[in-house]
């Protein structure tokens, strides 16, 4: 039976995708392992939602999420390897956010208050989701600062999900959540 543990990682290093190691510290793994994390808090949110039209969004949100993760764990010199979809980012998978984004914006216009995240577990999962994608980007613009090869699209595909997560998140929360002030 295989095992789960290699003990390549013991000296704090990560394997790149096609070949390589770096520090696990790395600003790159920081931002795929961060990725990771979203992937995580987008799997409770799914199993924590009512509709099946937000689970299975979420769960297409995964799937894609790993193709972003493998585009930024990718040892730079093997670019050329990644298959679009599959391990590379494409801006299709942008545009495909930002149709979605509209579509649901356009059947439920978005509130025009702050919202205090919670009225649903649903809701209040995602909310968690989109502050770690959130995250991720911070991350892997922390990278792309630091001088590590970032594609462009794996940057606008993380600022338009984390926008995508919010639109999800008031739908799956309804119509009845507090505004972040009262005095209004």
């Known amino acids: 039976m295989p095992r789960i543990y290699t003990k390549t990682g013991d000296d704090g290093t990560t394997g790149l995708l096609y070949g390589g190691r770096v520090s696990k510290a790395d600003a790159v793994t920081e931002a795929y392992g961060t990725i990771d994390e979203a992937v995580a808090a987008l799997g409770l949110a799914r199993a924590l939602c009512r509709t099946e039209e937000i689970r299975s969004t979420l769960l297409l949100l995964q799937r894609e999420l790993f193709v972003i993760g ?37 059947e439920r216009p978005l509130p025009d208050v702050f919202i205090v995240p919670g009225t649903t577990p649903g809701s209040a999962a995602i909310d968690v989701a989109r502050t770690t994608v959130r995250r991720a980007e911070r991350r892997t613009v922390d990278a792309r600062e630091g001088g590590r090869a970032v594609s462009e699209v794996v940057l606008r595909y993380l600022n338009r999900l984390s926008d995508l997560l919010f639109v999800l998140a008031r739908r799956e929360a309804g119509e009845d959540e507090p505004p972040s002030r009262t005095d209004r």
């Open 70 to 106: 493998a585009d930024l764990a990718t040892n730079p010199r093997e670019r050329s390897r990644l298959r679009e979809g599959a391990s590379l980012a494409t801006p299709s998978m942008v545009a495909e956010i930002e149709a979605h984004i509209d579509r649901l914006v356009a």
